[in-house]
């Protein structure tokens, strides 16, 4: 499973996981606040990587600014193996990506995750 950073959204903004095995994300609902609701990524209406432009037009009160400062340093390999690890991690992930995105219930997401992780997602449409 791989994590998404939120940032912005119109559920209970906590982190989603992506299951690229069976192509699902978990999302964090009201009735499922710490599981997460299993959403299929065949429900993504959008997909696209954040501009200013794109965020506004989601969302007036979204701010791209503020998601990309808030983009985690933190690194489990960096705590595992140092700075070794961190830049291991950088090269086997690939970049962050920071993207908007809305699923066919309603919910939007401004969030970052790595781009080898973006890549799969955009591959499963």
């Known amino acids: 499973m791989a994590q998404i950073q939120v940032h912005e959204g119109t559920h209970l903004n906590k982190d989603i996981f ?16 710490y599981i997460g609701e299993s959403i299929p ?8 990587i954040a501009t200013y ?4 037009e989601v969302d007036r009160n979204w ?3 503020e998601a990309k400062s808030e983009i985690s340093a933190y690194s489990n ?8 690890g961190i830049l291991g991690e950088s090269l086997y992930k690939g970049k962050q990506v920071t993207f908007i995105a809305k699923l066919k219930n309603g919910i939007k997401i401004l969030a970052t995750t790595h781009e080898r992780t973006f890549n799969k997602i955009i591959e499963s449409i």
């Open 18 to 33: 992506f299951n690229a095995d069976t192509l699902t994300f978990d999302i964090p609902t009201e009735k499922h606040p």
């Open 41 to 48: 990524v065949s429900d993504l209406e959008m997909i696209e």
């Open 53 to 56: 432009k794109n965020v506004k």
């Open 63 to 65: 701010n791209l600014s």
């Open 77 to 84: 390999w960096g705590v595992a193996f140092g700075i070794l």
